[in-house]
């Protein structure tokens, strides 16, 4: 028995994150995505934040390992950012998450990365998770790639947003590939 839990861990598996977390110089949520049932009561998510403030807040390391999880963080001006996976995943990949995430809210915010551009910009924020991370699988480390995808679907604006002269220039660009064809 002792043998095949060996041959199960090294298994090839798809890289994972558990959370992602974004919290105020309060520790209060500004943003939580929870992939997986570790946490599934609302009380239980806010008091794992609770301690993982609590606990990282006034360090300057970047990792940290808490409730049998790998935590990796970053704070910018009045935000913590935190990816959360098993004790088991990469730290590296982790980090990339991190990074990328960051990177691309860098951009995307003109380097102004503070708690009112975010809540400013919610949508930008989760279209860019959305592009990262799916499901807790990890799709993307490339903030480059985020930026692109999430300015390409902010494009998308549904009819009902659009202005008059957006949807008669859209009109127009179709005939005219209609008719190019």
Known sequence: VDGEMKMEALEPTLYTVKALLILDN??????????????PSVKEQKAFEKNIFTKTHRTDSEIALLEGLTVVYKSNIDLYFYVIGSSHENELMLVSVLNCLFDALSQMFRRNVEKRALLDNMEGLFLAI??????????????QQVVQRVALRADDIPLTEQTVAQVLQSAKDQIKWSLLR
């Open 26 to 39: 309060d520790g209060e949520r500004i943003m939580a995505k929870y992939y997986d049932s570790t946490y």
């Open 130 to 143: 959305d592009e990262i991370v799916d499901g807790g699988v990890i799709l993307e480390s490339d903030s």
